[in-house]
């Protein structure tokens, strides 16, 4: 059975905290993604990696990096979290071709005060 | 900007009702298009997807949907919904020039009473 696992399933942080979101996958995919999910703004790209140490920012990179130093894990740094980064953040990955389905992990809920 | 528009943000139906979600999306050339579905409290999981050929698309548990590329559509249809479908329904798009890359549009919340 296919796995993408993110590290925490809930997450309390404070104002000003470097704060790490892992996310490994087991099904030696190329691709890895990170999203955030809002209430009425849907599924946002946050960072998109398509190969090791290989990234390309999406809608919204702004407050957030990503590494990717072995293929099956993707981190997602917010250097100095915010309160307006509270929120779901969906890992995915996906194998290579147009057509290829992606598959998500069970999301982390993070929430800054 | 190029996107993925999905207008009904919230649909209310009764048991056995039609089922109709709209998606548009703006980008030009070639896209594969691809419906995602989450269940309360599970993870994003495929539904169908259009890849190339018959432009109507059958998925899993009686879902369609139909690419219409002169509309920039790729509506989900089901004759019959089920209580069990209550879900949060996200259409997506591979972005044209970049075939890695997946682009969601903004979600549509089905609830299904008895």
């Known amino acids: 059975d296919v796995k993408v696992t993110q590290s925490s399933r809930y997450l309390v942080k404070r104002t000003g905290e470097k704060v790490f979101l892992e996310c490994v996958q087991d099904m030696d995919h190329e691709n890895m993604f990170w999203y955030r999910q809002d209430p009425g703004l849907g599924l946002r790209l946050i960072y998109f990696s398509y190969d090791v140490k290989m990234k390309e920012k999406g809608d919204i990179p702004e407050g957030y990096s990503v590494s990717r130093e072995k293929k099956e894990r993707f981190s997602l740094i917010l250097e100095s979290a915010s309160t307006n980064q509270t929120s779901m953040y969906l890992c995915?990955?996906?194998?290579?071709?147009?057509?290829?389905?992606?598959?998500f992990g069970q999301g982390t809920r993070l929430t800054v005060v | 900007a190029q996107s993925v528009s999905q207008h009904n943000h919230h649909v209310i139906l009764s048991e056995a009702a039609s089922l109709e979600l709209g998606c548009n999306y703006s980008y030009g050339g070639t896209v594969n298009l691809f419906w995602y579905v989450q269940y309360p409290g599970q993870h994003l999981q495929l539904l169908l997807k259009?890849?190339?050929?018959?432009?109507l698309v059958k998925g899993i548990k009686g879902f369609e949907a139909e690419f219409i590329k002169s509309k920039f559509s790729f509506n989900l249809r089901k004759p019959s919904v089920q209580w069990s479908d209550t879900a949060e329904y996200f259409c997506?798009?591979?972005?044209?020039?970049?075939?890695?890359?997946?682009?969601f549009g903004t979600g549509t919340r089905l609830q299904v009473f008895p």
């Open positions: 259009y890849f190339s050929g018959d432009p």
């Open positions: 995915a990955s996906r194998g290579g071709g147009a057509g290829t389905e992606a598959f």
């Open positions: 997506a798009v591979n972005a044209p020039g970049n075939t890695d890359k997946l682009i």
